[in-house]
């Protein structure tokens, strides 16, 4: 909620675009004249009017596949996990896949809510809340890919320490268990940090709501938030403190997942590069996310002078850096393979220029190493167009990415009479299309009954939200008494 | 008016022999007969509302709050608000959640050996060796005592600054102004309360008035 106050460019001339590059002005965040009343009138209205028509056709689609994901899920339990692909060596398979993909999804989230807080960067205002909500959907979908693949779900609570009748204790020296505690830490205190953001946005939508039953859920959801400044102080306080902890929380979370790999003895895991190699990849993966989902709600919601083009190109930016790190880290990986020595790194890294999975591997170098180079000229990360294709390559290929890891390591470990490939079966890809469905059904209604953008955060970012101002936006006419004390910025 | 539709009869006891006057939720906050809560002064803008709130503490007011649909910086000073314990708060959490891992996984993952006395079955430690690593391996421990003393403080954060702002709390009298429909949206209102000791109904509605109020409402609990 911070903002840094001086020099925002006000003389604007083109009240729809921001994308200049003059560094010696603050570009404006929010365009089209919209003042305080506009930018609440523009967020409340797409929670608080009937669904337009292209919701109902995406939400729908979008149940259909989430109630396809549950009776994958129900079909599994019934049967056992004999119906996914998996086999020995591959033991992991789609699971470890799907679960990395998604939790790598969800960090570009918390990146755009703490770590951007932290360096002040107010752009961020405009899309934090919508990618915390996007990192909460990623992890539920993250969470429940190891959780059905425990063979007995119905145990999975022996993964927390309790007291019990076995007198057993989890093994606190293994990173699956390190995981357990680093996801459902990361988890909760993303739906902490993306509710308290919330609730002053929700009161908004309390005082707007017409409908009675409306007007008691947001009464209820809101917590009775009346704007006080003694609360905001100490709001900014525990969102500033949430920032501060959520960052070294989410470089950890995909740190611990990096573990599961590294600290086993696999050829192409045992690496001590892996934690920040999956960090930025985490990032890229979730930024090309972010943009996925930004770049068309922009124009459906009406949202072109909050979620502005300059907004979408820090974000480019964001990504192209990160892919340019996860580049370099292929690179890395390939010399550290060459000059361990070691004859069985060699071999899997030589397998993957050209062994079963060497479609996979170069599909994915295209997909995160090339097409997004797009991105460095400027006419690209203003169109819409050539965005969402460098956003979708980076997608697919963040999840090739981690199929070739986790799939070309263990089908060819140390013993070739072990050696054996994996086959993904109709169970495996539809629960992975599946998890998308449970992701969608839970964005759109997010995007329908919750404030889409952090409504009071935007404001703060707004000239006119700073006392002696350049400039007010409202046509008020009497201004305050000069002389009167000013207020410490 | 407010969220929850049925506020409660004002709380004021009628002097006695005069006759009880039952609530009648069609009143306004002006012509019902109750004790006031507080005196509202409506601004749109920050520059205004800054200047108010420093002259109405230059006047003595202390009871006073400006609600507004953004945090406004530098109506701490001018509120005279102090610093929350909200960090102190945090940091005893935090520390607490580090205490917690490294007990936890200290005397689970055994540095002592059951059984022993007073320790029912199922909280009794032992020694686990796994691949033959030190029963002590505070390296590996390092995950699990970092992410509690994360969760420990976070939950704090939340839970801490909701509970010091008397959150959650539905029913509130400023509710019943319609001035504060406005305070999440593009308004901001300073309400000086009753419980001030320079608090008078009609000198503190002028003095609002004369601060550059747009509008002032008396509300009544």
């Not at chain 2, 430690?125 to 994360?150: C, D, H, N, Q, R």
Request: glycine content about 8%.
């Amino acid at each position: 909620m911070a903002s840094i106050t001086p020099g925002y460019d006000v003389t604007l001339q083109d009240p729809h675009r921001n994308t200049g590059d003059d560094a010696t002005s603050r570009a404006p965040l929010v365009l089209g004249h919209l003042d305080f009343k506009g930018v609440t009138d523009r967020v409340s209205s797409v929670a608080l009017a009937w669904p337009a028509v292209w919701w109902w056709a995406m939400f729908v689609p979008s149940v259909a596949l989430a109630g396809l994901f549950f009776s994958l899920i129900g079909y599994l339990f019934a049967t056992g996990v004999g119906i996914w692909g998996n086999n020995s060596p591959n033991m992991w398979g789609f699971p470890i896949i799907n679960f990395v993909f998604w939790v790598g999804i969800g960090h570009a989230g918390t990146l755009i809510s703490a770590i951007l807080f932290l360096f002040r960067q107010n752009w961020r205002t405009s899309i934090n809340r919508f990618a915390e909500a996007m990192t909460i959907f990623a992890v539920v979908c993250a969470g429940i890919f190891p959780g059905i693949h425990v063979g007995r779900p119905w145990l999975a609570y022996w993964l927390f320490p309790y007291p019990n009748q076995m007198a057993m204790w989890p093994q606190f020296r293994s990173p699956l268990l390190w995981d357990v505690f680093a996801v459902s830490t990361y988890a909760s205190v993303s739906f902490l940090f993306w509710y308290t953001g919330m609730v002053p946005d929700l009161a908004t939508l309390r005082d707007r709501c017409k409908n009675r039953i409306g007007k008691i859920a947001y009464g209820i959801a809101s917590f009775g938030w009346t704007g006080s400044s003694r609360h905001w102080h100490r709001f900014e306080k525990a969102y500033l403190l949430l920032a501060a902890l959520c960052t070294p929380l989410v470089l950890s979370v995909h740190s611990v997942v990096s573990f599961d790999f590294a600290v086993a003895q696999l050829p192409g895991w045992h690496t001590t590069f892996f934690p920040p190699y999956f960090v930025a990849g985490a990032i890229y993966g979730g930024f090309a996310m972010v943009l996925t989902l930004a770049v068309p709600c922009r124009y459906l919601l009406g949202f072109r002078d909050i979620i502005t083009e300059r907004h979408i190109e820090n974000c480019c930016k964001v990504m192209l850096g990160t892919g340019m790190i996860v580049t370099y880290a292929y690179a890395a990986e390939f010399f550290f393979a060459w000059y361990s020595g070691h004859h069985f790194e060699r071999a899997i890294f030589l397998f993957r220029l050209g062994g079963p999975e060497s479609l996979g591997f170069w599909a994915l170098v295209v997909c995160n190493c090339v097409i997004p180079q797009l991105m460095w000229v400027k006419k690209f990360r203003l169109n819409p167009w050539t965005i969402l294709i460098a956003a979708m390559a980076v997608n697919i290929g963040m999840w090739l990415e981690r199929y070739v890891i986790v799939i070309s390591s263990l089908s060819n470990d140390f013993v070739p009479s072990s050696w054996d490939q994996f086959r993904a079966t109709w169970v495996d890809i539809w629960l992975f299309v599946g998890s998308f469905g449970l992701f969608f059904t839970n964005f759109l209604l997010f995007l329908k009954f919750l404030p889409t953008v952090a409504i009071s955060e935007v404001k703060t970012v707004m000239p006119a939200a700073h006392a002696h101002g350049p400039s007010h936006a409202d046509d008020h006419e009497a201004h305050g008494d000069e002389s009167a004390p000013k207020g410490a910025h | 008016m407010s969220t929850i539709d049925a506020p409660p009869p004002p709380l004021t006891t009628p002097a006695a022999g005069e006759p009880v006057q039952p609530y009648d939720p069609k009143l306004t906050a002006d012509e019902a007969p109750s004790r006031p809560f507080a005196v509202l002064g409506e601004f749109d803008n920050v520059d205004d509302v800054m200047a108010a709130t420093h002259a109405a503490y230059a006047k003595g007011y202390r009871k006073m709050d400006v609600h507004t649909p953004f945090p406004i910086h530098g109506i701490d000073e001018a509120l005279g608000i102090k610093p929350t314990i909200l960090p102190w708060l945090v940091l005893s959490a935090g520390v607490t959640g580090m205490i917690t891992g490294l007990l936890l996984t200290s005397y689970t993952m055994g540095i002592i050996q059951g059984p022993l006395p007073f320790v029912p079955v199922a909280l009794e430690p032992y020694e686990y060796l796994i691949s033959g690593k030190p029963y002590w391996s505070l390296a590996a421990y390092i995950p699990v005592i970092f992410e509690l003393t994360i969760m420990f403080s976070a939950y704090t954060a939340v839970f801490a600054m909701f509970l010091l702002n008397k959150l959650p709390m539905l029913y509130n009298p400023l509710f019943r102004s319609d001035l504060m429909k406005r305070v999440t949206d593009d308004r901001f209102v300073l309400a000086i309360e009753a419980t001030d000791r320079n608090f008078d109904e009609q000198d503190t509605e002028k003095f609002l008035k004369e601060q550059g109020a747009l509008q002032t409402d008396l509300v009544t609990y």
